[in-house]
C-alpha cells in the first residue's frame, strides 16, 4: 500500500533558526514529489514539485530534496519568519494506470515563536 | 487572475437536506478533485476527475456525489448530509501533462467549512 510518513507531527522554533521537515514515502512507481505550504484556514500552495532525476529544488528560503533511492524528501526553511508558520504537506505521485496516484502525508504544523 | 473558487465558504445545515457545493476554475484544466480535511488525518480524496464526463472515487466517497458537465466547473454533492460530513472541503485543479512536471502543480480553492447538525 502507497504511503506517506511525515516528521515530526509539530514543530516549534524561533524565529530567525533554520528547519528541516522530513517525508518518506513508499509510493511506486514514483512519478513526482511535491511540498504543499498551508495557512490555517486556507488552501495548500505549492512550494517545489520534483521528478525522480531532481534532487534539490528551491524556492526563496525553501529548498525540497529528494533521494529516490531511499525514498525520503526534506524540506529545510532557512532563516524562519513568523509567517512560515503553517502546515506543511508531502504529496507523492505514482505513475501509470488511469488511477488518480496520489499519497497525501498528513503534515507536519510549524510554529515560528518571535 | 487564475483561480479556483468555492461557494459558499462556510455552511451551516441539518442532516437529510440535500446541499451543493460549487467549484470553478478559470485555467482550463483538465484535472479536478475534491478533499476533505480534518484534524490529525490530513488531506483525504473524495473524488476526482480527469476530464469532461470522467469521474473516479477517491479514498472517501461515500456520501458524495460529484459530476463533470463542464470543464470548468466541479460541483459536490452531499444528497443526505450527516454530521460525520463535518469538515472543511477543498476543491483543486492542475492542467496534468504527461511529460510535464510543473503541470501538476495543484492549485486549491479557498476550502469550504461544513457544518452538519
Known amino acids: 500500500k502507497n504511503q506517506v510518513e511525515q516528521s515530526p507531527q509539530s514543530l516549534i522554533i524561533l524565529e530567525g533558526k533554520n528547519c528541516t521537515l522530513q517525508?518518506?514515502?513508499?509510493?511506486?512507481?514514483?512519478?513526482?514529489l511535491r511540498w504543499y505550504k498551508q495557512d490555517t484556514g486556507r488552501g495548500p500552495v505549492s512550494l517545489t514539485i520534483?521528478?525522480?532525476?531532481?534532487n534539490t529544488k528551491s524556492n526563496g528560503r525553501y529548498t525540497a530534496t529528494l533521494d529516490a533511492d531511499t525514498k525520503q524528501s526534506s524540506l529545510h526553511i532557512t532563516a524562519s519568519q513568523l509567517s512560515d508558520s503553517a502546515s506543511y504537506i508531502c504529496?507523492?505521485?505514482?505513475?501509470?494506470?488511469?488511477?488518480?496516484?496520489?499519497?497525501f502525508g498528513k503534515g507536519t504544523h510549524l510554529i515560528i515563536q518571535p | 487572475e487564475a483561480q479556483v473558487t468555492q461557494n459558499p465558504r462556510y455552511l451551516i445545515t441539518v442532516t437529510g437536506k440535500k446541499l451543493t457545493v460549487t467549484c470553478s476554475q478559470n485555467?482550463?484544466?483538465?484535472?479536478m478533485s475534491w478533499y476533505r480535511q480534518d484534524p490529525g488525518l490530513g488531506l483525504r480524496q473524495i473524488y476526482y476527475s480527469m476530464n469532461v464526463e470522467v469521474t473516479d472515487k477517491g479514498d472517501v466517497p461515500e456520501g458524495y456525489k460529484v459530476s463533470r458537465k463542464e470543464k470548468r466547473n466541479f460541483p459536490l454533492i452531499l444528497e443526505s448530509p450527516s454530521p460525520n460530513q463535518t469538515s472543511l472541503y477543498f476543491c483543486?485543479?492542475?492542467?496534468?501533462?504527461?511529460?510535464?512536471?510543473?503541470?501538476?502543480?495543484?492549485?486549491f480553492g479557498p476550502g469550504t467549512r461544513l457544518t452538519v447538525t
Open positions: 520534483m521528478t525522480f532525476s531532481e
Open positions: 483543486a485543479s492542475s492542467l496534468r501533462q504527461r511529460g510535464a512536471p510543473s503541470s501538476y502543480e495543484q492549485y
Open positions: 485555467m482550463n484544466h483538465e484535472y
Open positions: 517525508c518518506n514515502y513508499t509510493v511506486s512507481p514514483f512519478s513526482n
Open positions: 504529496v507523492v505521485s505514482a505513475s501509470g494506470g488511469g488511477a488518480d496516484g496520489l499519497t
